[in-house]
């Protein structure tokens, strides 16, 4: 069964640097979601990727976030300066349109970022 | 605006024990209702979903029905197992003009099944 992947599994950074974070949708997806899920709270959207381009973004994506996709298989999100609050689980997940409609969201089993 | 609110946890139940995990939603258009588990250690993945009112989604001994009434979808199961352990996730997108399919998620609830 096809699946969304991502990597690292675990990513330790400094504060002020830069990381990015990858994952391999599922092949014939073509709405992209990165969510993330700091330590004992919900799930939190952060950014929907439709055709090349954002489609919508939360109050949380800020200048220091950025997406990209750069080669027709992966979808990488960017974090340019990070932060300590950065720190959480950040999921990927992919679906396919059908019917106009948006369809169930498959998940990645997340990279865990800590910053120190 | 849209969102969940589930049931405050955690749920501790005996193996075998009947389950109920309340959701309720708002919404400004017409959801798509679904319930996500992630066990321990692990990412999320999809348990079952209901896409319109009075659909019962159903998985692995789990069901929700939609009720657009009572804008509801627990979460039940008859007889839980240790290996239901998790926490348990309600989320809905809105369909419609202007909404990209972005799910929002209740704040979830931990289940802790003992032997």
């Known amino acids: 069964e096809p699946e969304v992947t991502q990597t690292p599994s675990h990513q330790v950074t400094q504060m002020g640097q830069e990381v990015i974070l990858r994952c391999v949708p599922i092949s014939n997806h073509l709405y992209f979601y990165w969510y993330r899920q700091i330590l004992g709270q919900k799930v939190e959207f952060l950014v929907s990727f439709y055709n090349n381009e954002i489609s919508e973004k939360s109050e949380i994506f800020d200048d220091q976030f950025s997406v990209e996709r750069p080669d027709g298989s992966n979808f990488t999100l960017k974090i340019r300066s990070t932060k300590l609050e950065d720190s959480a689980m950040y999921f990927c997940a992919s679906s396919r349109l059908s019917g106009g409609a948006v369809e169930t969201q498959y998940f990645g089993p997340g990279t865990r970022l800590l910053v120190l | 605006g849209n969102s969940v609110t589930q049931m405050e946890g955690p749920v501790t139940l005996s193996e075998e024990a009947f389950l109920t995990i309340n959701c309720t939603y708002t919404?400004?258009?017409?959801?798509?209702l679904f319930w996500y588990v992630q066990y321990p250690g692990e990412g999320l993945q999809l348990l079952l979903k209901?896409?319109?009112?009075?659909d019962k989604g159903s998985n692995k001994g789990f069901e929700a029905t939609y009720r657009k009434e009572t804008t509801s979808f627990h979460l039940e199961k008859g007889s839980v197992q240790v290996s239901d352990s998790a926490v348990y996730f309600c989320a809905l997108i809105v369909h419609g003009s202007g909404n990209t399919g972005k799910l929002i998620f209740g704040q979830g609830t931990t289940l802790q099944v003992k032997p």
């Open positions: 209901a896409t319109k009112a009075d």
């Open positions: 919404a400004t258009g017409y959801p798509s």
